[in-house]
């Protein structure tokens, strides 16, 4: 073998070997592919990394959660300005059933993931539904959920005069970024 | 006037003016400095922006809580790399006294703020307090908390094993950023 032919060779080996260790999905790496959309409505990449706007513990059904937020909504949370909520933002809520912290007996934390559930402003988009798009996904898997918007907005109902939206953002300091 | 010195003018007025807006504090923005140090570990400014790792909610105080990270916190969180914790990492906990969720009466969320308080890990620096500083700032004025590291570490000590963290870092579903 010449060895111009040898270092292409090399090379091509390489390639191969780092295209196909980059495919692999291990438990510390996300999935290559977004999950199917729910009622038509894209998945929300990246709401791992939203801010915080609440959290909440709910007894009726031993759920424990956090409410997030992207860029428009957190900015529209911390400036109260809330009803209505502007058009692009996205509030999510992450919901785990409850646990005992193993060390601290007295403390629910986050078990089992339950499900991540959204809401998308927009007023035009979503003029039909009460100006949100209503979304789920469900378990770890994140299977979308496509039972109908109505069984969002049917429990949503009692908020109807704030928006549709029950979390009120958490109070915090304003203090220098 | 000449147009030069006239326009010269205009620009130092528009310059000044821009200025003064941006010097203005209102509820909306983040005060100009940021809060005094605690047991001598500055302030994290930001944290307010922070990914989540958990929350928990103690039925013993009646405080509903989120346990948010720095880059480096919650990436070690989410490759579940926490015994021990790298160093550069910040955990911070948020602390809220229990409300009722007015349009949800079996949901608790976050009534008055109480604390903000946070571990920095630093295994040189902070040697002699079992490889991490310890520091909170209190209410939403963030008064920095100075009665010793001793009272947060005594209360740690159940989970020395854990280099003394309480927190599980919560499911989260792995899927593309």
């Given at each position: 073998?010449?060895?111009?032919?040898?270092?292409?060779?090399?090379?091509?080996?390489?390639?191969?070997?780092?295209?196909?260790?980059?495919?692999?999905?291990?438990d510390?790496?996300?999935?290559?592919?977004?999950p199917?959309?729910?009622?038509?409505?894209?998945?929300?990449?990246?709401?791992?990394?939203?801010?915080?706007?609440?959290?909440?513990?709910?007894?009726?059904?031993?759920t424990?959660?956090?409410?997030l937020?992207?860029?428009?909504?957190?900015?529209?949370?911390?400036?109260?300005?809330?009803?209505?909520?502007?058009?692009?933002?996205?509030?999510?809520?992450?919901?785990w059933k409850?646990t005992?912290?193993?060390d601290w007996k007295?403390?629910t934390?986050?078990g089992?993931?339950?499900?991540?559930?959204?809401?998308f402003?927009?007023?035009?988009k979503?003029?039909?539904?009460?100006?949100?798009?209503?979304?789920?996904?469900v378990?770890?898997?994140?299977?979308?959920f496509?039972?109908?918007?109505?069984i969002?907005?049917s429990?949503?109902?009692p908020?109807?005069?704030?928006?549709w939206?029950?979390?009120?953002p958490?109070?915090?300091?304003?203090?220098?970024?």
């Amino acid at each position: 073998m010449k060895p111009t032919i040898k270092i292409i060779s090399t090379l091509i080996l390489f390639a191969s070997l780092t295209a196909s260790a980059s495919d692999e999905t291990s438990d510390d790496k996300p999935a290559a592919t977004s999950p199917d959309n729910s009622h038509g409505i894209a998945y929300p990449s990246g709401w791992q990394n939203w801010s915080t706007i609440a959290v909440s513990h709910r007894t009726d059904n031993n759920t424990i959660r956090t409410i997030l937020g992207n860029d428009i909504a957190v900015k529209a949370a911390r400036a109260g300005k809330t009803n209505p909520w502007p058009d692009g933002a996205i509030l999510g809520k992450v919901v785990w059933k409850d646990t005992e912290l193993k060390d601290w007996k007295a403390a629910t934390a986050p078990g089992k993931f339950v499900h991540a559930e959204f809401m998308f402003k927009d007023s035009k988009k979503y003029a039909d539904t009460y100006n949100w798009g209503w979304a789920r996904w469900v378990g770890l898997e994140q299977k979308p959920f496509q039972k109908g918007m109505q069984i969002c907005t049917s429990c949503h109902t009692p908020v109807k005069n704030r928006d549709w939206v029950f979390t009120d953002p958490a109070l915090l300091p304003h203090v220098s970024y």
